[in-house]
């Protein structure tokens, strides 16, 4: 792993023209040693002890998902010192069904499309967290228009559903659902269309939209030979 970020990017995935560049205090990027999985690994066991300290201890370690082909662990860093700030991880089901399908019958019916889960978001404490969040969030979109993704599929706690009802993801009827590998803690499951996302921010006025369309951010630091490598479809 941790190979150079050589490959040609692909297309901006935005009909909106950008308007301005905007750098950051802290970096987005792909996950590709072990070490970049250690600092993974640590914010997402601290993030996860604030809320739910129970679980937090069981998430020091590596997840055997965290190590499977098919998926990519996205990682914040803070460029001063190199401390994690959040993570993210996402798995296709280029080679096998979601995670999530075993656990919501109605995935079922989006079985023949290319999906990608989103779990494990984490970001640390403090005024920063919002834009963290938001940058991984847009880390994750880019990475699923680049290879064509039809469906985003996430799962959250009560204290988050309503975060993804206002960034307009779709709630999956019939919840909430017991996750298995979320200490059978009830979830709502969301699903959005990717390619609608631009437009929908757009519709709804969400802050999202300019940060996702009209701003470039240098710092989201994409290894595209590696996403391509992990989700192809081909």
């Not at 993804?164 to 959005?192: C, K, M, T, Y």
Request: with cysteine.
């Amino acid at each position: 792993m941790n190979r150079l970020n050589a490959f040609k990017p692909p297309a901006r995935p935005y009909f909106a023209a950008s308007e301005r560049v905007e750098r950051l205090p802290f970096r987005v990027r792909i996950v590709t040693t072990p070490q970049d999985l250690a600092k993974a690994v640590e914010i997402r066991a601290s993030a996860y002890a604030r809320h739910l300290p129970a679980l937090g201890p069981l998430l020091q370690a590596p997840e055997v998902e965290d190590l499977q082909p098919d998926v990519l662990v996205l990682l914040a860093e803070r460029k001063f010192d190199g401390q994690p700030i959040g993570s993210m991880r996402l798995q296709s089901n280029v080679r096998r069904p979601l995670r999530l399908q075993g656990e919501a019958p109605p995935l079922e019916g989006l079985a023949s499309k290319r999906l990608v889960e989103s779990t494990r978001l984490g970001v640390g404490a403090g005024v920063a967290s919002r834009i963290v969040t938001a940058t991984l969030i847009k880390a994750a979109y880019e990475v699923c228009r680049s290879v064509d993704i039809d469906y985003n599929v996430i799962g959250g706690r009560r204290s988050i559903a309503q975060f993804f009802r206002a960034i307009q993801f779709d709630e999956l009827a019939g919840g909430p659902f017991p996750i298995s590998f979320g200490n059978n803690i009830p979830h709502w499951i969301f699903v959005l269309p990717v390619p609608e996302f631009e437009a929908r921010l757009q519709n709804a006025q969400h802050w999202y939209y300019e940060y996702f369309a009209k701003t470039e951010h240098p710092d989201i630091e994409i290894d595209w030979a590696y996403v391509f490598s992990v989700f192809n479809y081909d």
